[in-house]
């Protein structure tokens, strides 16, 4: 169990032209816009702990809540976000502006290492009284994630420093000793901030403190029944009515079903899979396939969206997976890829890489514009136009998320163990590995996504034998590869998805890998209501939609696909820097003749329409327009 290690992004070149556009876009444009977004709404401000406190931006919203309580962490999302881009390229201004806020926390800081600017601002007396509501552990996890991103980029320590102190105050608070609380954060995060500092210090003591929030979490007597008691509240109070909201409504060992608010789900679940591979815990390990296939089962759009319902960001019944109100959130689907990246390196199984990279192309991507600078939040697969992206929103998580992703993207490509190395995901890279046996730099030349044509170069520094493990997605049926123009047989040395050449490599070897990408009809399981009788298109990695923009006449909506015409490949030189496109005949229902008639017997006419899809994830960067993934099919 954990037998191989991504690769470090910093350590995986992006020279393809898909993930190069992206993350230059993220370097030159996402980071610096957010960062002038999170000064004009007062988030950097209020780590000043302006006195008197200025009047609340957001006011409580009637669950007596405002989202000013988890402005730090987008502080935190943000310094890691642009401690990323300072690993591509170093960048003067944007570390003159992290020191900045580090000097504010170092001011804010009290006594005992206690760091939460809004209670420190607002409400002292309150510190650690509602676990359940206010985020507290939640913003010092990001944090604590932004500052290790700082300290790699740059050497700099003073900000983890300052959030090693806030972390021993924490261990003293929280814990089963006597005079301990035994707490944990309702949105979870501190697990994997912890982890990720266990991994940095090797300080054991950071990985039994992630633990104990894991094992602690839905025992009995209920810690958020006490804490709500305590404030001189009734529990049964709670607006979400259930603790699956936050999933502690049993220990997580014991949960079988993926419930609840569905950012808060996959942060726990990628923290159980790295607490299972650190510890050899099988037990983790087995909650966390059975919640895998719980999801995959029933619970996940086709576009790797997660959780249908915007009341509680998250999910609700099996196969309850509405388009045109589907929440889908942004946060939602990279948190699946981190859980998919971890359940990965459990076992080296291709099942964990496909949905990691349908997340990666479909919604996660479509959260980002192609400008940089606007985002969205939910992700519907159905719009009747009025859905749009924004420049900001009164709750930025997406927004931070989406640009630490790309900034990262490159440590989800390639893996490595002592003997063997594994392709994940495609798209052009170049990176050096380190085996038992030397060091050996590797090229991967594609156009992927847009095509399945790959070739890697091999280059030991000294002749070596080794696994090269190259993943065959789910999707690519009939793979061939060769090794220097010799044939290789892919089926039967395929294992999980994973291809594997064992052999002697030298400098020179050419590795040829052909996936298959035709278009393809997707259908879904027919106790999805919202979706019998309708068809999706795909082709590889990416899920297609029709946009009006390029279907004039009138929604979308209107459009039906006969079963059996034929999809066609289209090379679009003139969209997006060039992309493909899907084109086949359609028809399209008309409205004349109803004279002002809302119900008659005669069905519409239909007339002849020629139908254009584009990649999901390009949705809603030019004209606004109707939308649709489903189309109705005849």
Same mark, same amino acid.
């Given at each position: 169990?954990?037998?191989?290690?991504?690769?470090?992004?910093?350590?995986?070149?992006?020279?393809?032209?898909?993930?190069?556009?992206?993350?230059?876009?993220?370097?030159?444009?996402?980071?610096?816009?957010?960062?002038?977004?999170?000064?004009?709404?007062?988030?950097?401000?209020?780590?000043?702990?302006?006195?008197?406190?200025?009047?609340?931006?957001?006011?409580?919203?009637?669950?007596?809540?405002?989202?000013?309580?988890?402005?730090?962490?987008?502080?935190?999302?943000?310094?890691?976000?642009?401690?990323?881009?300072?690993?591509?390229?170093?960048?003067?201004?944007?570390?003159?502006?992290?020191?900045?806020?580090?000097?504010?926390?170092?001011?804010?800081?009290?006594?005992?290492?206690?760091?939460?600017?809004?209670?420190?601002?607002?409400?002292?007396?309150?510190?650690?009284?509602?676990?359940?509501?206010?985020?507290?552990?939640?913003?010092?996890?990001?944090?604590?994630?932004?500052?290790?991103?700082?300290?790699?980029?740059?050497?700099?320590?003073?900000?983890?420093?300052?959030?090693?102190?806030?972390?021993?105050?924490?261990?003293?608070?929280?814990?089963?000793?006597?005079?301990?609380?035994?707490?944990?954060?309702?949105?979870?995060?501190?697990?994997?901030?912890?982890?990720?500092?266990?991994?940095?210090?090797?300080?054991?003591?950071?990985?039994?403190?992630?633990?104990?929030?894991?094992?602690?979490?839905?025992?009995?007597?209920?810690?958020?029944?006490?804490?709500?008691?305590?404030?001189?509240?009734?529990?049964?109070?709670?607006?979400?009515?259930?603790?699956?909201?936050?999933?502690?409504?049993?220990?997580?060992?014991?949960?079988?079903?993926?419930?609840?608010?569905?950012?808060?789900?996959?942060?726990?679940?990628?923290?159980?899979?790295?607490?299972?591979?650190?510890?050899?815990?099988?037990?983790?390990?087995?909650?966390?396939?059975?919640?895998?296939?719980?999801?995959?089962?029933?619970?996940?759009?086709?576009?790797?969206?997660?959780?249908?319902?915007?009341?509680?960001?998250?999910?609700?019944?099996?196969?309850?997976?509405?388009?045109?109100?589907?929440?889908?959130?942004?946060?939602?689907?990279?948190?699946?890829?981190?859980?998919?990246?971890?359940?990965?390196?459990?076992?080296?199984?291709?099942?964990?890489?496909?949905?990691?990279?349908?997340?990666?192309?479909?919604?996660?991507?479509?959260?980002?514009?192609?400008?940089?600078?606007?985002?969205?939040?939910?992700?519907?697969?159905?719009?009747?136009?009025?859905?749009?992206?924004?420049?900001?929103?009164?709750?930025?998580?997406?927004?931070?998320? /989406?640009?630490?992703?790309? *900034? !990262? +993207?490159? %440590?989800?490509? =390639?893996?490595?163990?002592?003997?063997?190395?594994?392709?994940? &995901?495609?798209?052009?890279?170049?990176?050096?590995?380190?085996?038992?046996?030397?060091?050996?730099?590797?090229?991967?030349?594609?156009?992927?996504?847009?095509?399945?044509?790959?070739?890697?170069?091999?280059?030991?520094?000294?002749?070596?034998?080794?696994?090269?493990?190259?993943?065959?997605?789910?999707? /690519?049926?009939?793979?061939? *590869? !060769? +090794?220097? %123009?010799?044939? =290789?047989?892919?089926?039967?040395?395929?294992?999980?998805?994973? &291809?594997?050449?064992?052999?002697?490599?030298?400098?020179?070897?050419?590795?040829?890998?052909?996936?298959?990408?035709?278009?393809?009809?997707?259908?879904?399981?027919?106790?999805?209501?919202?979706?019998?009788?309708?068809?999706?298109?795909?082709?590889?990695?990416?899920?297609?939609?029709?946009?009006?923009?390029?279907?004039?006449?009138?929604?979308?909506?209107?459009?039906?696909?006969?079963?059996?015409?034929?999809?066609?490949?289209?090379?679009?030189?003139?969209?997006?820097?060039?992309?493909?496109?899907?084109?086949?005949?359609?028809?399209?229902?008309?409205?004349?003749?109803?004279?002002?008639?809302?119900?008659?017997?005669?069905?519409?006419?239909?007339?002849?329409?020629?139908?254009?899809?584009?990649?999901?994830?390009?949705?809603?960067?030019?004209?606004?327009?109707?939308?649709?993934?489903?189309?109705?099919?005849?």
């Amino acid at each position: 169990m954990g037998q191989f290690a991504p690769v470090r992004f910093v350590d995986v070149h992006l020279e393809g032209r898909f993930w190069r556009e992206r993350l230059d876009t993220v370097l030159a444009r996402t980071i610096p816009s957010q960062h002038v977004q999170l000064g004009r709404h007062g988030i950097l401000d209020s780590l000043t702990l302006p006195n008197p406190p200025p009047p609340l931006r957001y006011p409580r919203n009637h669950h007596d809540f405002t989202v000013q309580v988890f402005w730090d962490s987008d502080v935190g999302k943000w310094i890691e976000a642009a401690s990323y881009a300072l690993s591509h390229r170093r960048d003067a201004d944007i570390e003159a502006k992290i020191e900045k806020i580090t000097d504010d926390l170092e001011k804010a800081q009290a006594p005992d290492g206690y760091l939460n600017c809004w209670y420190l601002q607002r409400e002292p007396e309150n510190r650690w009284t509602n676990l359940r509501d206010n985020h507290e552990l939640y913003n010092l996890g990001h944090l604590i994630e932004g500052a290790i991103a700082y300290f790699l980029a740059t050497g700099r320590r003073r900000l983890l420093s300052i959030l090693e102190r806030y972390v021993d105050h924490v261990r003293k608070t929280f814990g089963p000793r006597p005079g301990q609380r035994r707490g944990y954060c309702g949105h979870q995060e501190i697990e994997l901030a912890l982890i990720r500092l266990y991994r940095l210090t090797g300080e054991r003591k950071q990985l039994d403190l992630a633990a104990y929030f894991i094992d602690e979490r839905g025992r009995e007597p209920h810690y958020f029944d006490q804490e709500a008691v305590a404030r001189g509240e009734d529990p049964g109070d709670f607006w979400a009515k259930s603790y699956e909201y936050n999933q502690s409504h049993r220990p997580v060992r014991e949960q079988d079903k993926v419930v609840g608010h569905a950012v808060r789900a996959m942060y726990m679940y990628s923290a159980m899979a790295d607490l299972a591979a650190e510890l050899k815990d099988d037990g983790l390990k087995r909650a966390c396939e059975v919640l895998w296939t719980d999801v995959m089962a029933s619970k996940i759009y086709i576009t790797s969206g997660l959780g249908p319902a915007e009341a509680n960001e998250g999910f609700t019944e099996d196969y309850d997976l509405p388009n045109d109100t589907a929440y889908a959130e942004t946060c939602a689907s990279v948190a699946l890829i981190f859980w998919a990246q971890r359940m990965l390196h459990l076992d080296l199984d291709g099942k964990y890489a496909d949905v990691l990279e349908q997340a990666l192309f479909n919604n996660a991507l479509g959260g980002l514009s192609r400008d940089g600078e606007h985002y969205f939040y939910s992700n519907p697969l159905d719009s009747n136009g009025r859905h749009s992206r924004w420049a900001w929103h009164t709750c930025p998580c997406c927004t931070m998320n /989406a640009s630490r992703l790309v *900034a !990262s +993207v490159g %440590g989800y490509f =390639v893996s490595h163990s002592d003997d063997a190395i594994a392709f994940h &995901l495609y798209g052009g890279i170049s990176t050096e590995v380190t085996l038992k046996s030397g060091k050996v730099a590797l090229r991967e030349v594609s156009s992927y996504p847009w095509s399945g044509d790959i070739r890697i170069e091999v280059a030991p520094e000294t002749p070596a034998e080794f696994a090269l493990k190259l993943r065959i997605p789910g999707w /690519a049926r009939g793979a061939s *590869a !060769s +090794v220097n %123009g010799q044939t =290789v047989a892919v089926e039967p040395a395929t294992v999980n998805g994973y &291809l594997t050449i064992l052999r002697r490599w030298q400098a020179g070897d050419i590795v040829d890998l052909q996936l298959p990408m035709p278009p393809e009809r997707i259908y879904a399981h027919p106790s999805v209501p919202m979706d019998v009788g309708r068809v999706a298109l795909k082709r590889g990695p990416l899920v297609y939609c029709v946009e009006e923009t390029d279907n004039p006449g009138g929604p979308v909506q209107r459009l039906r696909l006969p079963r059996h015409s034929e999809i066609t490949v289209e090379q679009r030189h003139d969209l997006f820097d060039g992309i493909v496109t899907l084109a086949t005949e359609a028809a399209r229902v008309g409205d004349d003749g109803w004279h002002g008639t809302l119900y008659r017997t005669d069905p519409p006419a239909e007339t002849p329409a020629r139908l254009t899809a584009l990649p999901y994830y390009l949705w809603n960067n030019r004209e606004k327009g109707s939308m649709m993934i489903w189309l109705a099919e005849t």
